[in-house]
């Protein structure tokens, strides 16, 4: 009986341990080209007045003709949103020679500054609302911003392109090291990027006589992934 249990024990302590598996590890990206179908205008109004009551009322009066203008043309409330509404006093220059600060100088006035940002679901649109904004009373425009109502899908097929641009590459990477893959260890998704690309700003004041044209352009839309597979021993 000690002679059996002897060679058992030998047998536990001799036997060799299983290699821990290889795996390899590649990273892939995928790019779907894409029009953008909606658009975010940022705009506003500045108004300036003696007091801080009447720049205010007339800043107010300015922005509700907006906002009836945007109501004409069918822009819901819900894809109008205020963005800032300053009120800040305005001093007087600085003397000729003075080194002064402008809380040390005489108050002669007061700004309000009110932005929106309007989302169009049809991006073609923009020139014709900008337009009708000014006419109403913007004299201060932040930018167009490009964006897709629904990016879903193409995401997707961004997705898709990362996984076969990582197989691709796998397979380069083991022909090369002269190795042979196995099943699919883990695939993560190391993010998607949706672009929000916006257009120059335009400067306070400034008028069209016709809409301005607004080129809409392409967008990239970009998924990256990394894959494992595990090696064959």
Known sequence: MRY???????????????????????????TVNATPDAVIINTGVISSAKTARE??????????????????????????????????????????????????????????????NVT???????????????AAGANQAGGLSYIFKND???????????VKNAIERAGTYAAAAGITLGAIHTINDTGAISPFYGAPAMAPGFAANTPPPIGLGEQTLRANVTVSWEIKQ
């Not at 059996?4 to 995928?30: H, K, M, N, R």
């Not at 169009?120 to 000014?134: H, I, K, P, S, Y």
């Not at 879903?152 to 392109?161: D, F, K, N, P, Y």
């Open 55 to 116: 720049a205010l009322s007339a800043n107010s009066q300015t922005m509700s003709t907006l906002f009836a203008t945007l109501k004409k043309l069918g822009v819901p409330d819900r894809s109008v949103r205020t963005t800032n509404l300053n009120l800040s006093p305005q001093y007087a220059p600085t003397p000729s020679g003075s080194m002064s600060l402008p809380y040390d100088r005489p108050v002669i006035g007061y700004r309000v500054v009110n932005n929106v």
């Open 120 to 134: 169009l679901d049809e991006a073609a649109r923009a020139g014709a609302v900008l337009d009708a904004l000014v």
């Open 152 to 162: 879903q899908g193409l995401l997707s097929q961004a997705r898709t392109e990362a």
């Open 4 to 30: 059996c249990l002897a060679t058992l024990l030998l047998c536990a302590i001799t036997l060799p341990a299983a290699a821990d598996p290889a795996y390899l590890t590649v990273a892939g990206q995928g």
